[in-house]
């Protein structure tokens, strides 16, 4: 079955504690992406990558980073966690450039730093 | 820059009516593309649609169907008939042109709709 999955679907930590949340795809898709979505803000880019070791800011790259060594994986790093990053994380996967073609999104991950 | 906006929070209709979702987009650009995702109380985003600026057709899918209007910057999204099961947060995006643009789809802030039997 073509997926996305992340993992973990639900985080608590605290503020500082370094974190991973990973992202897998299996539809051999060129182009990834991290959205953040937050109550009456919609989704906000992250971060995307276009290939394996290319990777871009999105709208909102502050205390993110990102990493694509494998076509498959595209985690998502919080170095630092702040509580003004609890919010519900989608990874997303697309065959062409996000702004162009359909994207397959995971899960989320709910994040809640306290 | 490109923006998107659903004026509409939240819209709440009892099962059968037909309900007009509006989203009204701004982009200087003359190549883009527009979007509608869905998002259902379980809350994984599904896709829905893709328009390019260069194609006015509307289209029908079932009991849904999308009216592009460049004259009016508007890419509505109708649901026919509705059902208890189309209640969700529907969300409208914009990306601009062929170049950065494309890479960094523009979201609205969702319209949730609420179905009632």
């Known amino acids: 079955e073509a997926q996305v999955t992340q993992n973990p679907r639900y985080l608590i930590t605290v503020t500082g504690k370094k974190l991973t949340v990973t992202c897998s795809q299996n539809m051999n898709h060129e182009y990834m992406s991290w959205y953040r979505q937050d109550p009456g803000l919609g989704l906000r880019q992250i971060y995307y990558s276009m290939n394996v070791e290319v990777t871009d800011k999105g709208d909102v790259p502050e205390g993110y980073k990102v990493s694509r060594k494998e076509k498959r994986n595209f985690p998502l790093i919080l170095e630092s966690p702040s509580p003004n990053q609890t919010s519900l994380y989608f990874c997303?996967?697309?065959?062409?450039?996000?702004?162009?073609?359909?994207?397959?999104f995971g899960p989320g991950t709910r994040l809640t730093v306290l | 820059a490109q923006k998107v906006t659903q004026a509409q929070t939240e819209i709440s209709v009892v099962e059968k009516e037909d309900v007009t979702l509006d989203c009204v987009y701004e982009t200087r650009d003359t190549t883009y593309y527009l979007f509608w995702y869905k998002q259902p109380p379980s809350g994984e985003l599904v896709f829905l649609i893709r328009r390019n600026s260069f194609d006015e057709q509307n289209e029908i899918s079932g009991r849904y169907s999308w009216n592009f209007q460049k004259s009016t910057s508007s890419f509505n999204f109708t649901i026919t008939a509705s059902q208890v099961v189309d209640s969700a947060v529907y969300f409208c995006a914009l990306s601009e042109g062929e170049g950065g643009g494309s890479y960094i789809p523009t979201f609205g802030r969702g319209t949730s709709l609420i179905v009632h039997p």
């Open positions: 997303a996967s697309s065959r062409r450039l996000a702004g162009i073609g359909e994207q397959f």
